[in-house]
T-cell receptor, first 111, second 114 residues
Framework: GENVEQHPSTLSVQEGDSAVIKCTYS??????FPWYKQELGKRPQLIID?????GEKKDQRIAVTLNKTAKHFSLHITETQPEDSAVYFC??????????FGKGTRLHILP | EADIYQTPRYLVIGTGKKITLECSQT?????MYWYQQDPGMELHLIHY???????EKGDLSSESTVSRIRTEHFPLTLESARPSHTSQYLC?????????????FGQGTRLTVV
């Protein structure tokens, strides 16, 4: 079955700097890669996703890149702000199969 | 408003008790999931369903059961609660049949077994 590895587990960046979170997946057939953000005490919410037929997707300060050959995808946050502090989860799925999540990255934005 | 609802939000219960955590969604989704999560930590899939009368076990071994008699309802039952069950339980749902779709999460039930 699918396995998703996520790094780093904790990341601290200075406000205004960029943050990068990386994930790898094992099943080359997976075709959907969402990213969820979970603020303290709240439920996970989708912030961006990418399908396997696309190499990059951007939404304001957030971008995701996908390298199908390497089975690797990354989340990039530019010009980080205090409200970006949260736990971020990557995930992978194939069609209508179950969603497999990474273990999460705790992002701290330092003032 | 279309959403996914979990009750109760908080529950403290004694060891050995049977409990049912409720999850209902008004979005018409076929796929539903139960995850166990210690605060801010990994999401462990414990059960999922593709629709009515469909239930599958996830990756986390758990002494729990689920049922899916109605599309909108996916309750989770612990037959005999133990302190090791203390955690947050998150229910989620998504569309089936479109290949890929966003999962929507409920607010969670924070369970404490004493």
């Amino acid at each position: 079955g699918e396995n998703v590895e996520q790094h780093p587990s904790t990341l601290s960046v200075q406000e205004g700097d960029s943050a990068v979170i990386k994930c790898t997946y094992s099943d080359s057939a997976s075709n959907y890669f969402p990213w969820y953000k979970q603020e303290l005490g709240k439920r996970p919410q989708l912030i961006i996703d990418i399908r396997s037929n696309v190499g990059e997707k951007k939404d304001q300060r957030i971008a995701v890149t996908l390298n199908k050959t390497a089975k690797h995808f990354s989340l990039h946050i530019t010009e980080t702000q205090p409200e970006d502090s949260a736990v971020y989860f990557c995930a992978a799925s194939l069609g209508d199969d179950k969603i497999i999540f990474g273990k999460g990255t705790r992002l701290h934005i330092l003032p | 408003e279309a959403d996914i609802y979990q009750t109760p939000r908080y529950l403290v219960i004694g060891t050995g008790k049977k409990i049912t955590l409720e999850c209902s969604q008004t979005m018409g989704h076929d796929k539903m999931y139960w995850y166990q999560q210690d605060p801010g930590m990994e999401l462990h899939l414990i059960h999922y369903s593709y629709g009515v009368n469909s239930t599958e076990k996830g990756d986390l071994s758990s002494e729990s059961t689920v049922s899916r008699i109605r599309t909108e309802h996916f309750p989770l039952t612990l037959e005999s609660a133990r302190p090791s069950h203390t955690s947050q339980y998150l229910c989620a749902s998504s569309i089936l049949g479109q290949g890929v779709s966003e999962a929507f999460f409920g607010q969670g039930t924070r369970l404490t077994v004493v």
